[in-house]
């Protein structure tokens, strides 16, 4: 079974920064693996979205949206994936979920992140 706890959601003023963090456990680490890591996120009334990936070997992707904004890195040793965010604008507004990719797909439980004007 996989777990994924994500933290550093919260409100912030537009042009201010957040860093999220999603780590992941359970016992499959011990064989497997994490391939893929991921942030999606998901506004009011609006389909989920990719945000930014990044490979095993580090390779990023990212939304045109975010490009210049947002840095995704990760922790193998740990687990863990992050999303550095600055200058945040309103419209980045959205419950922003990990996803990891190990001998399937994991989804956390998302956070808030929530930009005011």
């Known amino acids: 079974q996989v777990r994924l706890v994500e933290s550093g959601g919260g409100l912030v003023q537009a042009g201010g920064s957040l860093r999220l963090s999603c780590a992941a456990s359970?016992?499959?680490?011990?064989?497997?693996?994490?391939?893929?890591m991921g942030w999606y996120r998901q506004a009011p009334g609006k389909q989920r979205e990719l945000v930014a990936s990044?490979?095993?070997?580090?390779?990023?992707n990212y939304a045109d949206s975010v490009k210049d904004r947002f840095t995704i890195s990760r922790d193998n040793a740990k687990n863990t994936v992050y999303l550095q965010m600055n200058n945040l604008q309103t419209e980045d507004t959205a419950v922003y979920y990990c996803?990891?990719?190990?001998?399937?797909?994991?989804w956390g439980q998302g956070t808030q992140v929530t930009v005011s004007s």
């Open positions: 996803n990891i990719q190990v001998r399937g797909s994991y």
């Open positions: 990044i490979t095993s070997g580090g390779s990023t």
């Open positions: 359970g016992i499959i680490f011990r064989i497997f693996s994490i391939n893929a």
